[in-house]
């Protein structure tokens, strides 16, 4: 016959290894962060991940230098482009970057405002907003 305190004791035991087990379920390897897949940044054990840095500010006919960085541990191949297309001309074509390789981006700017996107080709994130020019 099990006694009012040992049945106490299971039944906490229980709560927490039900705890424990659905903690351990959660996927969430670093508990207390927060991850945003299209924010452009990663830690170094993301295979893709990469932030296009700059100036956010220009006018027509300012040509505007860039930094396309890539902050994953795999290559990865980036196509930038501009929404509303024709807003602005980006002077580089497809671009390959070995892991934690940078180059520079020149866009000319021929209207305001206009958002430049960034595009993986090697296999991370499809599309992202890299940032609002205005």
């Known amino acids: 016959m099990k006694t009012p305190r040992s049945r106490h004791t299971l039944a906490a035991l229980s ?3 039900s705890g424990t087990l659905l903690t351990a379920c ?3 390897e670093n508990p207390g962060t927060t991850a945003d897949p299209g924010a452009g940044t990663s830690t170094a ?4 991940a ?3 840095e700059g100036p956010e500010t220009g006018k027509p006919g300012d040509t505007l230098t ?5 902050l994953g541990r795999l290559p990865d191949g980036y196509q930038i482009s501009v929404d509303p297309e024709g807003a602005a001309t980006v002077d ?3 671009i390959t970057l070995g892991p ?3 180059v520079q981006v020149k866009i ?12 993986s080709i090697g296999g991370g994130a499809p599309d992202k907003l890299a940032m609002t020019i205005g």
């Open 66 to 70: 860039e930094r396309l960085t890539n």
């Open 26 to 28: 959660s996927g969430d």
């Open 92 to 94: 580089s074509g497809t």
């Open 45 to 48: 054990d993301s295979p893709f």
């Open 100 to 102: 934690g390789e940078s």
């Open 50 to 52: 990469s932030v296009l």
């Open 108 to 119: 000319t700017v021929k209207q305001v405002p206009f958002d430049v996107h960034v595009k």
């Open 15 to 17: 709560l927490v290894l």
